[in-house]
């Protein structure tokens, strides 16, 4: 859907959205809005941080073994605490949680989520923009019987992603599949407004983004690729730009253009298929990217979007960004026998 009004504000954008789908119910569109609420209560703890006493680390660890923030645990309790009474959801997932998260008795709706409720925590406490990520499904169970079936779902069944990435200024970007789109809170107001609209990922892709301190254990494919791009072959000069902020580091190249990579490492059997996790990071991410005109793979070749998930918390390695630049990391993955 191509959108022109300025000033609109993200709440009436997602219901116009709802016009678009004759037979909507309006429950995405509630699903949808409540989000942004979460997202705004995140925002303003987040901004507080470095006031309160809610920096540092709250001494727990979650199913990833990383120490959980004290950011992380409000983000999570917040968006958990508006799904499983929204009535929209019928199950989550989050990164935070080991098992699937039940809603509330009598609240069970039509849609799952599956959320990483604040991805690059360990830049809370340095000042480094950090995010929310969302995948929204539709339910396939019947009533009364939602759990992890209606959350493993291929990628290209998404109803819904998005982001809310929390820096400079908190910004939501989110696709339904007509197109993404970009709103800059304004905190004085509380509300989202339209400042990307109808965003497409430039193809003159003047950055990577990689973790070049794994060079040692990458693949021959990977550290091939990479060599390729700073050799300017093609004469394309590139920088390296890595955040080591999902969120952050995509932002940047959907906005500016650009290849981020987070593949698999031989030496790490915890990184053998990547650190990403397919449901609530990669295949968001992807479908994103997909709509903006960019692509998404593995370091094997799949698309990202056409993996059927195993588990809540799969890992996939992530190759994801501008087309041409993931057309050739394609050709150097593709050529591998590795
Ligand atoms: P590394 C943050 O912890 C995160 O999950 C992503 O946001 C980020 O892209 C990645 O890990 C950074 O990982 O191994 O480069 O520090």
Redo the contacts with the bound molecule.
């Keep these: 859907m191509l959108v022109k009004r300025k000033g609109i504000t993200v709440s009436r954008l997602i219901m116009d959205d709802q016009l678009l789908h004759p037979g909507a119910t309006g429950e995405l569109t509630g699903l949808l809005n409540d989000l942004v609420v979460a997202g705004k209560i995140i925002s303003a703890e987040v901004n507080m941080a470095g006031l309160a006493d809610i920096l540092g680390q709250s001494g727990k660890t979650n199913i990833q073994g990383?120490t959980v923030q004290k950011l992380d645990v409000f983000a999570n309790q917040t968006i958990k605490r508006r799904m499983e009474q929204c009535g929209y959801v019928c199950v989550m997932a989050s990164e935070e949680e080991d098992e699937v998260i039940p809603v509330l008795e009598g609240y069970e709706g039509e849609y799952t989520i599956a959320f990483d409720p604040l991805?690059?925590?360990?830049?809370i406490d340095v000042n480094v923009s950090i995010g929310t990520i969302f995948s929204i499904h539709k339910r396939v169970s019947e009533p009364g019987y939602a759990g992890e079936e209606d959350l493993l779902q291929k990628g290209t069944e998404q109803v819904a992603a998005g982001y809310i990435i929390y820096g400079s200024s908190t910004v939501m970007v989110y696709t339904t599949g007509s197109g993404v789109h970009g709103f800059t809170l304004d905190p004085s107001v509380g509300e989202f407004f339209l400042s990307h609209p109808n965003i497409t990922i430039p193809e003159i892709c003047p950055y990577y983004s990689v973790?070049e301190?794994?060079s040692e254990h990458w693949f021959d494919s990977t550290r091939n690729f990479i060599a390729h791009l700073k050799k300017e072959e093609d004469g394309r000069g590139y920088s390296l730009r890595?955040i080591?902020?999902?969120?952050a580091?995509f932002h940047r190249n959907l906005v500016k253009g650009g290849i981020f990579l987070?593949p698999r490492d031989k030496k790490s059997p915890e990184k053998s298929e990547g650190?990403?996790r397919l449901l609530y990071?990669a295949a968001p991410m992807a479908m994103i990217v997909e709509q903006a005109g960019g692509r998404a793979i593995t370091d094997d070749g799949r698309r990202i979007l056409d993996i059927k998930p195993t588990s809540l918390h799969q890992r996939v390695p992530l190759i994801i960004g501008s087309k041409k630049e993931v057309d050739l990391a394609e050709r150097f993955f593709s050529s591998s026998s590795e």
């Design positions: 990383e991805d690059g925590s360990s830049n973790n301190a794994y890595y080591g902020s999902l969120v580091d987070y650190k990403l990071e």
